[in-house]
């Protein structure tokens, strides 16, 4: 089942997402979906809270192996770097967001395996980014008061539910 993605305004994407105490059908039927949204969305991850779901679960597809991240943490975080962003919640907006440059997480995977990964690149942004939405923070969050004002137009008409992409563009990027 495809869910709808939550646009920037929607209460669900500022809370804190409650942890996995079981890993059952419920959590695995959510996961399946939540891949198949994505992979609708053109996105390379999603997070429950952008689907309405308030659990700590999120999945990343950068085009190698797909991560289902369950109960996430980043354990370490190194260097910094600035790259567009985008995000399924924010259709058609991109920013320059500054980010860690290399990340070390722990997570639960569907069997209930605790794992740890090392990552750089697209798929530490796309980490970090995945568990900011699971805390609630969006990555608007992460660009300047000044840089927030001169897209209060753009904030103004996704609040509004509409997507900034023109009706004949095709939404070709990949998104967070």
């Known amino acids: 089942m495809k869910y709808r993605i939550l646009h920037y305004g929607e209460e669900p994407l500022r809370e804190a997402s409650q942890p996995v105490t079981e890993i059952n059908d419920d959590v695995r039927r959510l996961v399946e979906d939540m891949f198949e949204t994505m992979y609708e969305s053109k996105g390379v991850g999603l997070a429950a809270p952008q689907v309405g779901v308030n659990l700590r679960v999120a999945i990343i597809d950068i085009g190698e192996d797909p991560l289902v991240l369950i109960n996430p943490q980043i354990l370490k975080l190194s260097g ?73 137009h753009e904030l103004e008409i996704l609040k509004s539910g509409e997507s900034l992409y023109d009706e004949d563009e095709e939404e070709t990027e990949e998104t967070l």
């Open 80 to 152: 910094k770097e600035t790259c567009d962003e985008g995000c399924l919640s924010f259709p058609g907006l991109t920013e320059k967001v500054e980010r860690a440059k290399k990340v070390v997480a722990e997570a639960t995977d569907l069997d209930g395996s605790v794992y740890e990964i090392e990552a750089e690149g697209l798929l530490a942004r796309a980490i970090q980014h995945e568990l900011d939405h699971l805390d609630g923070v969006l990555f608007i969050d992460r660009i300047s008061k000044a840089r927030k004002l001169q897209i209060k």
